[in-house]
């Protein structure tokens, strides 16, 4: 119980995390304007208290179309990430008889499939850098390049969050022992096999 309810708490840690970097607008940043994913913020340059945040609100706002893949394979990450989030906390607190702790091959799944989503959304937003939207802010920037924007902390918290979420499953694979030249399995944390050695006659 305490061990599922420490993957709940991680999973419900790394899904309110990768939101919190899916709405900053630091991903690319010059000393007067900042964009993300979802937002941008354009302030006067050496006052960014005064700033006036604006958000793309749907895929049509989006001004480049690497930009809106981009945007919906992190949203989908995003979304992924959050279901098992809420399977693993529903996981954690159900009884036992009514919730058998077995099946986390599903949930691995999910995991695997949520920080490989988010990796390639990661990958693909860059080549936004070659949008016009990109180059006005940022100037001579083109694919990877980002000419006068420096990267900001909402893109590395986004890419530290899908490198954890993609440590995860690899944390929690089913553990195996080798026991006189066979393989146990370890399924889940209730799962107990107590060895006795043969007592000679």
Same mark, same amino acid.
Request: aromatic share 12%.
């Given at each position: 119980?305490?061990?599922?309810?420490?993957?709940?708490?991680?999973?419900?840690?790394?899904?309110?995390?990768?939101?919190?970097?899916?709405?900053?607008?630091?991903?690319?940043?010059?000393? #007067?304007?900042?964009? *993300?994913? +979802?937002?941008?913020?354009?302030? =006067?340059?050496?006052?960014?208290?005064?700033?006036? /945040? !604006?958000?793309?609100?749907?895929?049509?706002?989006?001004?480049?179309?690497?930009?809106?893949?981009?945007?919906?394979?992190?949203?989908?990450?995003?979304?992924?990430?959050?279901?098992?989030?809420?399977?693993?906390?529903?996981?954690?607190?159900?009884?036992?008889?009514?919730?058998?702790?077995?099946?986390?091959?599903?949930?691995?799944?999910?995991?695997?499939?949520?920080?490989? #989503?988010?990796?390639? *959304?990661? +990958?693909?937003?860059?080549?936004? =850098?070659?949008?016009?939207?990109?180059?006005?802010? /940022? !100037?001579?920037?083109?694919?990877?390049?980002?000419?006068?924007?420096?990267?900001?902390?909402?893109?590395?918290?986004?890419?530290?969050?899908?490198?954890?979420?993609?440590?995860?499953?690899?944390?929690?694979?089913?553990?195996?022992?080798?026991?006189?030249?066979?393989?146990?399995?370890?399924?889940?944390?209730?799962?107990?096999?107590?060895?006795?050695?043969?007592?000679?006659?």
């Amino acid at each position: 119980m305490m061990v599922g309810s420490t993957w709940a708490a991680l999973g419900l840690s790394l899904t309110c995390i990768s939101a919190f970097s899916l709405i900053s607008p630091a991903w690319f940043q010059t000393p #007067t304007f900042s964009f *993300g994913v +979802l937002t941008y913020c354009p302030w =006067l340059q050496g006052d960014s208290w005064n700033q006036s /945040c !604006g958000t793309f609100r749907s895929l049509d706002d989006i001004p480049d179309f690497a930009w809106k893949v981009s945007a919906v394979l992190l949203l989908g990450g995003w979304l992924l990430l959050a279901f098992n989030a809420i399977l693993l906390l529903a996981w954690a607190l159900a009884p036992t008889a009514l919730c058998p702790r077995k099946g986390s091959g599903q949930r691995v799944g999910a995991e695997v499939a949520a920080a490989a #989503t988010t990796a390639v *959304g990661l +990958l693909v937003f860059p080549v936004s =850098l070659a949008s016009p939207f990109a180059r006005e802010v /940022c !100037g001579a920037s083109s694919v990877y390049r980002s000419g006068q924007c420096q990267l900001g902390w909402g893109y590395v918290t986004a890419i530290l969050n899908a490198v954890l979420a993609s440590l995860l499953p690899m944390i929690r694979w089913t553990r195996m022992t080798k026991v006189q030249g066979k393989t146990v399995f370890f399924s889940s944390d209730t799962d107990k096999i107590i060895l006795m050695p043969e007592m000679s006659k």
